[in-house]
C-alpha cells in the first residue's frame, strides 16, 4: 500500500528532482501527479521509468491525495496551499511563505524530526532554505555534544539557486566573454555572474543584512536552537549546482576538531572527507547527485576558546530543496499515515 502524491511545480528544476528523487528511493506510492501551471499542461515529465503528463493546477482538486509537495515558490503556494490543505492533502512546502510561521514546523529530518507532529495545525510543513538546511546538519550533533552559542557562516553559492534563467545567464555570459560581440547583459542578477562573485542574495533589509542571511538566521534558531547567535554572509558564485560554507562554531563546552571530526562521522546524512593533503576535501562539483551533506577541513580556531571551522558542501536541489522534502515525506509517513 502507498501514497497519492502530487508534486506541484513539477517542470521547474526542483520539481523535476523531487519527481527524480521519489523514484530513485522508492517511495511507496500508488499514484503520483505532476501539477504545474496551465501553460506548461500537457508537458511531460518523467518519475522513474514512467512518462507523466503535468496537469493544469488551478484545475486541480486535492481531495483524496495523502501529500503534495510543493515548488513553486511563495506567491503559488499562497494561493494553492491552503486550498490543498483544506482538502486533507499534507502540503510540503519548499517556498519561503510558511517558514516563520509557528503554526508550521520547519523540519530538518536529521536534525528535528519529532517536530513533524505539529503538522496537524495547518496540514502544512515548511522546508527550508537550501543554504540553512546543509548546515543544521551538521551543526546538530556537534551542538548536542557541547551547545553551540554562536556561528560565523560565509556561503558561496550555486546559481541553480535562483532557477533555470540564472543557470542560463551564467552559461551566456561564460560564453559571452570569449566572443565579441557576444557580451549578456545582466538580467537575473544585479551584476555580472560569471568569473565574478556576488555578495548579494535576496533583497536588502534595514540592517544592511540580505534576506538570505536573515533566513540563515531565523530558520537555524527554529530549527536547533533559539539561543544560538548566527552571523551570516551569503555570495552567489559562478557555480551551476553545489552550495559550499565556510563555518564557524563556538561552543559553550570544550570541543577540539578531533572529536568533531569523530561525531560528524556517525551522524546521519553527514560524509566526512577531510585527509589534510591536496584534493583531500570535497567541492561543489563533487557533491551533484548526492545524498550526503559533506563536511571537510575541520580544524581547531587558533583565536577561539571552544571554537571549530569546517568547510560543507551540498547538493542544493537535493539536501537543499528536493530530498529533505521527500525525507520529510518519508518522515510523515512513518510516524503519522502510516501506509507504506
Known amino acids: ?21 521519489l523514484a530513485e528511493r522508492e517511495f511507496p506510492t500508488t499514484e503520483v501527479a505532476a501539477l504545474a501551471s496551465r501553460r506548461s499542461a500537457g508537458t511531460e515529465v518523467t518519475f522513474g521509468d514512467e512518462v507523466l503528463k503535468v496537469q493544469d493546477l488551478e484545475r486541480f482538486d486535492f481531495t483524496g491525495w495523502d501529500m503534495a509537495l510543493f515548488a513553486i515558490g511563495s506567491d503559488g503556494s499562497k494561493t494553492y496551499a491552503p486550498k490543498a490543505a483544506a482538502a486533507g492533502c499534507v502540503v510540503i512546502d ?3 511563505l510558511y517558514r516563520y510561521d509557528p503554526d508550521v514546523p ?6 528535528n524530526p519529532d517536530a513533524i507532529m505539529d503538522y496537524s495545525r495547518k496540514n502544512i510543513i515548511a522546508n527550508p532554505n537550501c543554504s540553512t538546511a546543509q548546515m543544521v546538519v551538521a551543526l546538530k550533533p556537534l ?52 568569473f565574478n562573485v556576488i555578495p548579494h542574495i535576496d533583497v536588502f533589509m534595514e540592517d544592511g543584512s540580505t534576506k538570505e542571511e ?5 530558520e537555524t534558531k527554529k530549527i536547533v536552537d533559539k539561543s544560538i547567535k548566527v552571523s551570516a554572509t551569503c555570495v552567489r558564485v559562478p557555480v551551476f549546482v553545489g552550495h559550499a560554507e565556510s563555518i564557524n562554531i563556538e561552543f559553550e563546552q570544550p570541543l577540539d576538531a578531533e572529536e568533531a571530526r569523530d561525531i560528524l562521522r ?20 563533487d557533491c551533484v547527485g548526492d545524498f ?22 551540498s547538493d542544493n536541489l537535493r539536501k537543499g530543496a528536493a530530498l529533505n522534502a521527500v525525507q520529510i515525506a518519508e518522515l510523515l509517513g512513518r510516524r503519522v499515515l502510516k501506509k507504506g
Open 1 to 21: 500500500m502507498g501514497y497519492r502524491v502530487a508534486v506541484v511545480g513539477a517542470t521547474g528544476n526542483v520539481g523535476r528532482e523531487l519527481l527524480n528523487i
Open 94 to 96: 519548499n517556498s519561503s
Open 106 to 111: 520547519l523540519i530538518v529530518p536529521e536534525v
Open 143 to 194: 551542538h548536542d555534544r557541547a551547545t553551540i552559542t554562536r556561528v560565523v557562516v560565509s556561503t558561496y553559492q550555486s546559481v541553480s539557486g535562483s532557477g533555470k534563467a540564472a543557470m542560463d545567464e551564467l552559461w551566456n555570459q561564460t560564453k559571452g566573454v570569449f566572443v565579441p560581440g557576444q557580451e549578456v547583459a545582466p538580467k537575473v542578477y544585479p551584476k555580472q555572474i560569471a
Open 214 to 218: 536573515w533566513k540563515m538566521v531565523v
Open 266 to 285: 556517525q551522524s546521519p546524512g553527514i560524509l566526512v572527507v577531510d585527509t589534510r593533503e591536496d584534493g583531500g576535501y570535497i567541492t561543489p562539483i
Open 292 to 313: 550526503a551533506t559533506y563536511v571537510s577541513r575541520i580544524r581547531d580556531d587558533q583565536t577561539r576558546d571552544n571554537a571549530i571551522n569546517l568547510w560543507c558542501v
